[in-house]
């Protein structure tokens, strides 16, 4: 299936932002619905956005507001620009189409004063 590489992590104040980024290896954008995950310590991973074949999108609550998926089919990326981060936003955050059962290294953003 489809094999992506995430980019983009790091540590950041809070209020400040972020892209990441999600690579995949082959044509995919537009052709799967692709999400955005976290996983929090001692948390269940969760999925926090995904943008779907049509174009339309979908935010957990929690983001809403604050994040945007994106796509560019000419690089097959997907993208995560996270604006507004706060402490609670802090996880390992991966992509993948919805439904997978095998997960990538992801990439870690910590929000820290």
């Known amino acids: 299936q489809v094999r992506v590489v995430e980019s983009g992590g790091g540590l950041v104040q809070p209020g400040g932002s972020l892209q990441l980024s999600c690579t995949a290896s082959?044509?995919?954008?537009?052709?799967?619905?692709m999400g955005w995950y976290r996983q929090a310590p001692g948390k269940e991973r969760e999925r926090v956005a995904i943008?779907?074949?049509?174009?339309?999108?979908n935010y957990a609550a929690s983001v809403k507001g604050r994040f945007t998926i994106s796509g560019d089919s000419a690089k097959n990326t997907v993208y995560l620009q996270m604006n507004s981060l706060k402490p609670e936003d802090t996880a390992v955050y991966y992509c993948?189409?919805?439904?997978?059962?095998?997960w990538g290294q992801g990439t870690q953003v910590t929000v820290s004063s």
């Open positions: 943008i779907f074949t049509s174009g339309l999108t």
């Open positions: 082959g044509s995919v954008f537009n052709i799967y619905p």
């Open positions: 993948n189409n919805p439904g997978a059962t095998t």
